[in-house]
Structure formats: C-alpha cells, structure tokens
C-alpha cells in the first residue's frame, strides 16, 4: 500500500500538471462531450470519424492537438482514480492492523468529486467556478495522498522500531512551546498558501493572467479600474472560453492574486527562516524548511517571469508544478511539528507514571556486606527497572492526522 500510495502522489503530480498544460494550451474544450470524445473512447482521426464528430458537433470542429492534451489529462485521471480505489479497498482489507482507514475513503470521495467537477468543466464550458474548483481539488487530492504517505512511513516506523525514553533536546517546556506555535503559524500558513493557489486559480480561469504586463502593479490608470465585486462574481454567458469579464474587472483578479503572492512570500519567508534559526527544530523540519524556501523562492521568480516574457507556456506550468512543491512541503513541515508534539506528549506522560510508581514502590531491604559474596556473581542480584529505561513505541501517527 506505502509504494502504491508513492505511485499515486507521481500521478497526482502528473495530473496537476496535464490540466495545467491543457488548461494553458487553450484545450479545456478540446473534446466537447465528457468521458469521451466527440463519442469515441480516443481522439478521431480518420476522415469518417471526423466528418461524423463535425456533424454532431458543428459549433466546435474537431482540433487533433487539443483534443488529445485534453484526453491524455483524462486517461492519467482515470489511471489515477483506479489506483485510489485500490488503496482504499487495501485500507478496508487491513484495519486491523492498525492502517488509516478513513483518509484513503476520504481520498476516494475526494476523488469521486473530482471527475463530477472535470464533468462539469466541459457541460458548463469552462464556468470560472467550477474551473477553478477542480484545480483546488486536484491539489487537494495531491495533498491528501502525501498526507497518507507520511502516515503509512510513520506507522511502518512505529511498529518497527522501539524508541528508548531519554530526555530529549525538543522535549523540554520551551521546546514543546516553540513547537506549539510553529504548528499554530504552519497552519495559518497553510491557509494563505491555499487562498492564494485559489486566487491563482481564478485568475486563470477567467484568462487575466496577463491583464497585468508590467510590474510592480499594473499600467498607469489601474487605480480607476479596480473593480471587486465584478472580478469576484460570475457573469451570464452561455460559453466562458478565454474570459466573459471586462478588462477592469481581470486587472482587479490580477492585482489580488500579486498582492496575495507577496503576502504569500512574507508570511512563509518568516516562518522558514524562524525554524531555520531556532535552537528547538529537529534537523528534519529545518531540512523541510530549506525546501519550503528554496520552492517560495522559485515560486516568486516563475511568477515575476510570467509577467515579464509574457506567459511562456513552459513558465506558466512551472508555476503550477512549483506551487504544489511549495504545499507539500508546507504539509511536511506541519506533520513533522505534530509528530514531535505528540511525542513529547507521551513522554511526559509515560515520564510521570513510572515516577509515580518508583516513588510508591518500597526500597528493598539493604544486605548486609559479605566479604566472601563480594566478589561473587551470586551476590549480585537484580533490582527493578527503572521507569526510564522501559522501551516506548511511538504512535502511529500525530494527533492532526488521524484518518
């Protein structure tokens, strides 16, 4: 299940960046009936299949490079979705030992809504709403893949492994408090990267990416063009390919999604580089946030270079890809946080017990010294264990990602 799990975070990936490229190449419509297209299970090729897709179709004659950008997306989806169901068929088959169950059912529901979404995307001609929906929905089946991924290694882990209690570096009252409020601020984090990849989403669903060509806000006069509840709102048109916004309107979604993106940086900026200064981090979350940063960066430069050569195609799937680099690693960071706060927590818990129990257990009677016996083996009898030298599994997963 761990390396099918692996398999489908790659395919994840790849999907995200199939719709990205489709989505970028103008393709979205590419194939105007759904699961199919135009009626065939792959593209028409031959004449007779095309003159008979032309006739039921006239409004949208078949395009062979659009139409396939849009089936080869599908056919990853659908691989995609199998391998889903898979692991949550493995899930139900092995509860009993201990595997989540409720985040693989999850990830098929999650699943399930998201080829309805894909569904909808064609049927309602690329409403923004809907395509913008299905990109947060393709991170999030991303994001919730990874999660189980870092939770079968940690259940692997937890019942291989017994971890001897010791006091720990991170485990002290300051430790525990810097912990604390990094998984408070990650979870905020997490919150503006989201809102943000939303607000890139919009922005590209309604075609305003470029409604902005200069920097560092927008051409002269934009001040008189703002216009939110237009930007923010879905307009009547009976088809919403490349836009049915007004320019004031697309200028509004692009300035938004800019100003998110340097709230985005600031924001992650500090956290990153607050873990990577703190004494208190383990080696592992400064190593997620080096990652963290080095994506932030790349990020904010694929973004300026959008601006700047005017979309490039390969940039503008780039900054996709990347963004979903930069939430996963934001998730890893937030896991690693948890599992070291729990950790800590059955420390001190198990470090009160067996303080309890030395302090109520009677000290053995002293014996009385044997010169003779001194030096034999015979003399040396064993005393209790002590409460610090029991061995502990650690849970199988921290307390944030229980499924």
Known sequence: ???????????????????????????????????????????????????Q????????????????NEMIHRYFAGTLGVCVLAIAVIALRQ?????????????????IFQAALGMWTVTLNLLPVVVMGHLLGGFSVLSCLFILYLRL??????NTDALQYEEHPFSGPRAT????????????????????????GWTSANYAALACTELPVCE????????????????????????????????????????????TFLYLLALGV?????????????????????????????????????????VAVLHNAVAAVLLLALLNLIFTVATVLQRNAVYKKEGEKDSSVDIATPSPPST?????????????????????????????APGGFHG
């Open 1 to 51: 299940m761990k390396k099918l799990t692996l398999f489908s975070i790659f395919l994840a990936a790849v999907v995200i960046i199939l719709g990205a490229y489709t989505r970028l190449t103008d393709a979205g419509l590419g194939c105007p009936d759904w699961p199919g297209c135009y009626g065939n299970l792959t593209v028409p090729l031959s004449e007779e299949k095309v003159a």
């Open 53 to 68: 897709a032309n006739a039921a179709y006239p409004e949208r004659p078949v395009e062979a490079f659009k139409a396939w």
């Open 95 to 111: 509860r009993d030992k201990g595997t989540p169950v409720k985040l693989p059912l999850l990830l098929l529901g999650l699943i």
């Open 153 to 158: 290694c940690r259940h692997q882990a937890a």
């Open 177 to 200: 408090a810097f912990q604390s409020s990094v998984k408070f601020f990650a979870f905020v984090g997490l919150g503006v990267l989201v809102t943000q990849i939303a607000l890139g």
């Open 220 to 263: 002269s006069g934009w001040q008189g063009r703002i216009d939110f509840k237009g930007a923010f709102s879905v307009p009547n048109a009976d088809n919403y390919e490349f836009g049915a916004h007004d320019y004031g309107e697309r200028v509004t979604m692009h300035i938004v999604h800019r100003l998110g993106a340097v709230i």
């Open 274 to 314: 607050r873990v990577l200064v703190s004494n208190f981090a383990t080696q592992k979350q400064k190593y997620v946030s080096v990652v963290m940063l080095i994506a932030l960066c790349t990020q904010v430069a694929l973004g300026v270079s959008n601006v700047v050569f005017m979309l490039p195609l390969a």
């Open 368 to 396: 009385p010294f044997n010169p003779a016996g001194a030096f034999s083996t015979h003399a040396i009898s064993p005393g209790p264990i002590s409460g610090s030298s029991a061995s502990h599994i650690l849970p199988r």
